[in-house]
């Protein structure tokens, strides 16, 4: 294993913040990161799966253990299914199913993640999400070094919510994706229909983890803070609209709390995008740890809704 020491984890993520971890590995397919999770084993050591570097934001301080940074590309058609392994980028991904003109994917065109990544945190948009299209997930336990198959269901997927998030001894290697024959003008008019949103409501001139905030998904009946204070729904009659769909956007929440361009040394909370906090230079993490410290007190004084975060916060 060719394992490097001192590498400021700035250099890949993408919001370009992260101090040195002690020893950086960059396992470039299955078998390379079997092997590391093997050599974190056998040492104790405490270790972070590292994939495209979004939804992530480091200490400062960097991270004491060995970060594994998955790179791999190998992924393959099996008729109407992909095989992909863990570190392939979602762009990739969703670039081959449009030539093999299966459906089912489009909605991730333009995320920068991975897609060990977006099945880790059930990443979705545009009302689909990963676990539409997953079929089934390999993964190693660390524990007993043991490669397990998981099912859809055993997965445990819900809002940004998965088995992986609260099982940190499963580490993902690979998946299989079942999708369906479609046609190939709509799948590439979709592909691009979703870039340009992207490119139009999220501020990417700048560098960003991607959505801070778990949106909030709405019920009148369940969501009493909001619903019983007749008050708020008379100054943002918005919020019933929001719940006919099922979900209230955090950004609708922050916006409204009057945050947006709300800046504490170089990060910032987007103009364009509330639920993006942005580095517009030389951001640190604790200035993005503040940005969020002040989002959570002013959303939860103005709407009583506590905000949880999407991002990975790694100290």
């Known amino acids: 294993m060719e394992i490097k020491e001192s590498v400021f984890l700035k250099d890949f993520t993408t919001i370009k913040i992260g101090g040195p971890a002690d020893y950086f590995f960059i396992a470039k397919n299955k078998n390379d990161l079997i092997e590391a999770v093997s050599y974190v084993k056998d040492r104790g050591l405490p270790f972070f799966i590292l994939g495209a570097g979004s939804n992530v934001l480091f200490s400062d301080k960097g991270f004491r253990g060995l970060v594994i940074k998955i790179w791999s590309s190998n992924f393959q058609a099996l008729n109407s299914k992909i095989y992909a392994e863990a570190g392939v980028e979602l762009k990739k991904l969703v670039e081959f199913s449009a030539e093999a003109v299966l459906t089912g994917l489009e909605w991730a065109a333009g995320i920068p993640g991975s897609v060990g990544g977006a099945i880790y945190g059930n990443v979705g948009a545009f009302g689909s999400a990963i676990e539409d299209s997953v079929k089934e997930v390999e993964v190693v336990n660390i524990n007993s070094g043991k490669i397990i198959k998981f099912s859809k269901a055993e997965c445990l997927f819900s809002n940004k919510e998965t088995i992986f ?150 100290k």
Request: with cysteine.
């Open 165 to 314: 998030k609260k099982r940190k001894e499963l580490i993902i290697i690979s998946a299989v994706f079942d999708l369906k024959e479609g046609s190939k003008d709509e799948i590439q008019k979709k592909i691009k229909e979703n870039i340009n949103y992207r490119a139009k409501n999220h501020p990417l001139d700048f560098r960003s983890a991607g959505c801070v905030f778990k949106n909030q998904i709405s019920n009148l009946k369940s969501q009493k803070l909001i619903f019983k204070n007749q008050n708020l729904l008379n100054e943002f009659p918005e919020l019933r609209r929001f719940n006919e769909k099922g979900i209230i956007p955090t950004s609708y929440l922050i916006d409204k709390c009057g945050l947006k361009r709300r800046k504490i040394g170089s990060a910032q909370i987007s103009e364009k995008h509330a639920n993006f906090i942005i580095n517009l230079g030389n951001a640190k993490a604790s200035d993005v740890l503040e940005l969020i410290k002040i989002t959570k007190r002013e959303v939860k004084n103005k709407f009583r809704v506590e905000l949880e975060e999407e991002i990975q916060i790694i």
